[in-house]
C-alpha cells in the first residue's frame, strides 16, 4: 500500500517500491564511478526500472557497459536529455543518449514542448516538467520545474504501464514502454490519438440518436389519436440494439488495438 502523508499526495505510481541510490557528494556532484557503482547496486537488486535524473557532457565507455548491462538485464533505463542552460543549447547529454536508454525532455504546463531547442536535442519521451508539485524533506511540499523532475514524472509513469501489461501477461521491453509513454505524455504536442477522437463521435452520435428517441415518443403519444398509429415498439428496439452494437464493436476493436 501508498505510504500516506498529510499533503493528500501519493505520486504517480503509488503502489512502486523505490531503490535509492545514492550516487552525488554533499555538493550535489556526481562521478562517472559513482554512477556506474549505482547502476550496478541496481542491477544486483533486481529493479524494473533505473530512474537517471542527471547528465554527462560526454561519453564514457565504462558507464556504457553498466548501462549496456543493465538493458540486457531487461530493465527500462530512463535518463535525462539535459536541460536548456542558454538560448540555442543542444549539448548531447550521457547516458541519455544511448540507444539503450529512454531519454526524457520536457513539457510544459499546458503538454506542450517546454523549449525549442529540446526538437533538436536527443529526446526519446517528452514528459511534463514545468511547476511539478512535490513531496520535500520534512513532510513539506515544493514546485519544482526541469528535466529532472520530467524524468522522475516519466520512470513513473513507466511502471504504470509495466504494472498494466504484467498483469496482462504481456512482454515488456524498451520499445513496447517507449511506444506506450509516448501515446500517453505527448498528446500536448500531437492531438490525442484516433481512437480518443472516434470515441468521443460514437458518445455523441448515441447522445444524438437517444434523445431523438426520446422526442419521437413524446411526439407519438401527442400525436397518437389523430393518426391512429401503434407505437412501433420493434423498430425502436432495434435501432437501440444497433447502437450499442456499435458502442462494444468500437470498444473492442479500440482494445484490440492497444494490445
Same mark, same amino acid.
Given at each position: 500500500? &501508498?505510504?500516506k502523508n498529510n #499533503?493528500?499526495?501519493i505520486?504517480?505510481a503509488?503502489? %512502486?517500491?523505490?531503490y535509492?541510490a545514492?550516487?552525488?557528494?554533499?555538493?550535489?556532484?556526481?562521478s562517472?564511478g559513482d !554512477?556506474?557503482?549505482?547502476?550496478?547496486?541496481a542491477?544486483?537488486e533486481?529493479?524494473?526500472?533505473?530512474n537517471i535524473?542527471?547528465?554527462?557532457e560526454?561519453d564514457?565507455?565504462?558507464?556504457?557497459e553498466?548501462i549496456?548491462?543493465?538493458?540486457?538485464n531487461?530493465?527500462?533505463?530512463?535518463? =535525462?536529455?539535459g536541460?536548456?542552460r542558454f538560448e540555442?543549447d543542444?549539448?548531447e547529454a550521457? &547516458?541519455? #543518449?544511448y540507444k539503450?536508454?529512454? %531519454?526524457v525532455g520536457?513539457?510544459?504546463?499546458?503538454?506542450e514542448?517546454? %523549449?525549442?531547442?529540446?526538437?533538436n *536535442?536527443q529526446?526519446?519521451?517528452?514528459?511534463p516538467?514545468?511547476? /511539478?508539485?512535490?513531496?520535500?524533506?520534512?513532510?513539506?511540499?515544493?514546485?519544482?520545474?526541469g528535466? %529532472?523532475?520530467?524524468?522522475?514524472?516519466?520512470?513513473?509513469?513507466?511502471?504504470l504501464? $509495466?504494472? =498494466?501489461?504484467?498483469e496482462k501477461?504481456? =512482454?515488456? =521491453?524498451?520499445? +513496447?514502454?517507449?511506444k506506450?509513454? *509516448?501515446?500517453? @505524455?505527448?498528446?500536448?504536442?500531437h492531438?490525442? &490519438? !484516433?481512437?480518443v477522437?472516434?470515441?468521443i463521435?460514437?458518445? @455523441?452520435?448515441?447522445?444524438?440518436? !437517444?434523445v431523438g /428517441?426520446?422526442l419521437?415518443?413524446i411526439?407519438?403519444?401527442?400525436?397518437?389519436? *389523430?393518426h391512429?398509429?401503434?407505437y &412501433?415498439? $420493434?423498430? $425502436?428496439? @432495434?435501432?437501440?440494439v444497433?447502437m450499442?452494437?456499435i458502442?462494444?464493436?468500437?470498444?473492442i +476493436?479500440?482494445?484490440l488495438?492497444n494490445l
Open positions: 500500500m &501508498p505510504e #499533503k493528500n499526495l505520486g504517480i503509488p503502489e %512502486s517500491k523505490l535509492i545514492k550516487v552525488a557528494d554533499h555538493n550535489g556532484k556526481v562517472y !554512477l556506474i557503482k549505482g547502476i550496478n547496486w542491477i544486483k533486481k529493479v524494473d526500472i533505473i535524473s542527471l547528465e554527462f560526454k564514457n565507455p565504462e558507464m556504457h553498466a549496456k548491462k543493465a538493458y540486457k531487461n530493465m527500462i533505463i530512463i535518463s =535525462s536529455s536541460n536548456i540555442g543542444t549539448f550521457y &547516458p541519455g #543518449k539503450e536508454v529512454i %531519454s520536457m513539457l510544459n504546463t499546458v503538454g514542448i517546454y %523549449s525549442k531547442e529540446f526538437e *536535442k529526446v526519446d519521451v517528452f514528459a516538467g514545468e511547476d /511539478l508539485t512535490s513531496s520535500y524533506f520534512n513532510n513539506k511540499m515544493t514546485l519544482d520545474t528535466v %529532472s523532475f520530467a524524468t522522475a514524472y516519466a520512470s513513473g509513469y513507466a511502471a504501464i $509495466i504494472q =498494466s501489461d504484467q501477461h504481456l =512482454s515488456i =521491453s524498451i520499445d +513496447s514502454v517507449k506506450q509513454m *509516448k501515446t500517453g @505524455l505527448e498528446q500536448g504536442i492531438g490525442f &490519438p !484516433l481512437e477522437y472516434l470515441m463521435a460514437i458518445h @455523441l452520435l448515441t447522445i444524438i440518436v !437517444l /428517441l426520446v419521437y415518443h411526439w407519438f403519444f401527442i400525436n397518437k389519436k *389523430k391512429n398509429k401503434r &412501433p415498439k $420493434i423498430k $425502436i428496439i @432495434l435501432m437501440i444497433i450499442i452494437f458502442n462494444v464493436a468500437v470498444r +476493436s479500440i482494445m488495438f
